[in-house]
């Protein structure tokens, strides 16, 4: 009797998440060497048995979290949004004494790529998203970027007035949706600060006049 194959899918997914120290400190290394040789030598010759040699980790270890480097592509991504998160947390929400504007501007030239230790990406892992991530896996990282604006805009208690669901959306849209156009574009650095700096200045325009967020 021959065994089913596994599902395509469940082969795109982590197994688990690193919760010792010293487990965390190999997946960081994994995902290290993950990204120095998609630079060096592209997606098509990435495998799983070069990255945990080239990290200095069992093959079988590295299997243990990913097992294939689907996964440990979709594991790499959300590491990577867990860590915007957690920099936009640290430098734009937890801060005391700073104006709104000034948190607004850190957040939006975080989630423009910009500021911080921005993670590294390439244009390709766009094309990847439909055969690796889920549709609930994106909707999900969506809800959590959105909801950092909201976070942000609370801890401002200066702020002229909050604005609405929909507009909340709109200005997330506007900076998410352009860093990931951005990035399918190859937009140059400079371009795409300048860009950043256009949206911040529209953000803080709109922010500050409560009559212009009207829904009307």
């Not at 790529?113 to 590294?120: I, P, S």
């Not at 976070?151 to 200066?158: I, M, P, S, T």
């Not at 998410?176 to 795409?192: C, D, H, I, M, T």
Request: a neutral charge.
């Amino acid at each position: 009797m021959t065994s089913k194959p596994t599902p395509p899918q469940a082969r795109n997914k982590p197994l688990k998440r690193p919760t010792q120290a010293r487990a965390k400190v190999t997946v960081q290394a994994i995902f290290d060497t993950y990204v120095r040789i998609w630079q060096r030598d592209g997606w098509q010759r990435i495998t799983t048995r070069a990255v945990a040699l080239e990290a200095g980790v069992a093959v079988g270890t590295l299997y243990d979290y990913f097992p294939s480097k689907e996964a440990l592509h979709s594991g790499y991504v959300r590491y990577c949004i867990e860590r915007l998160l957690r920099t936009v947390q640290e430098q734009a929400v937890t801060p005391v004494g700073l104006s709104w504007q000034q948190r607004v501007g850190r957040l939006v030239r975080l989630l423009g790529g910009v500021a911080g230790d921005a993670a590294w990406f390439h244009p390709q892992m766009l094309e990847l998203e439909p055969a690796i991530a889920e549709a609930k896996h994106q909707q999900r990282a969506y809800s959590e970027l959105l909801q950092a604006w909201r976070r942000v805009l609370e801890a401002a208690d200066d702020l002229p007035a909050m604005p609405s669901e929909a507009q909340l959306e709109a200005l997330h849209l506007m900076v998410w949706g352009a860093r990931r156009y951005a990035l399918l574009v190859e937009l140059p650095a400079e371009r795409l600060e300048a860009v950043v700096a256009a949206q911040l200045d529209s953000c803080l325009r709109l922010l500050s006049n409560p009559e212009g967020l009207s829904d009307d």
